[in-house]
């Protein structure tokens, strides 16, 4: 697998607002599904759309920024009482032929939800505090550096879960809260949401 091609799709997640990790933060064990989230969500240009996945309790995530779409499989887990979305995405899309891609890894990224109903409200692991927290710490948890100053976690799910539940308490662990509305309900896991009014 082509290295260089590996650290520029993570440096892009890191840089997009994330902290990349190469295992999800559920099992199949842990993995639920929750209705509410079915349908479309919006703050500010930015549109949400979650609709049932074919697999068992996954979702098809499309998230349209500045009218550019990118679409991931989203899987939701509880931890110690809390909700959090796995990201993942289904395929980079980049306008390169099929070799590149294939030299290019995808990585899932951990969102905390703090609200479902009336607004999905949500926030990102700060990767700002986790870059200081790895440094000062380097054995808590497995990882690795882009560049030195990027993390991108290496660690299992088992740890991984057992991590965010001795942290997701921390206030600084946490960005700012994305808060989006509500704007089309699906009205059965068998329905499409419809496009939202223009």
Known sequence: MNIKKILFYLLAAVLGGCVPSL???????????????????????????????????????????????????????????????????????????????????????????????PNLVIRAMNPDTMKELLKNNPDILKHEFIESDYPVLTASTEQLRKFMAEHMKDEKFFGDLTNLERIVTAKSEDEKPAEPNK
Not at 29 to 55: C, H, M, R, Y
């Open 23 to 117: 295992h999800p933060l559920y099992s199949d064990k842990d993995v639920i599904f929750e209705e509410k989230l079915l349908g479309q969500w919006k703050e500010g240009d930015n549109i949400w759309t979650f609709e049932k996945g074919a697999e068992p309790n996954s979702y098809d995530l499309s998230i349209m920024i500045d009218e550019e779409d990118g679409r991931f499989k989203a899987h939701l887990t509880k931890i110690e009482g809390k909700l959090f979305l796995d990201l993942f995405p289904e395929e980079a899309e980049i306008n390169a032929n099929d070799y590149y891609k294939m030299h290019i890894l995808p990585a899932h990224s951990f969102l905390k939800i703090e609200a479902v109903d």
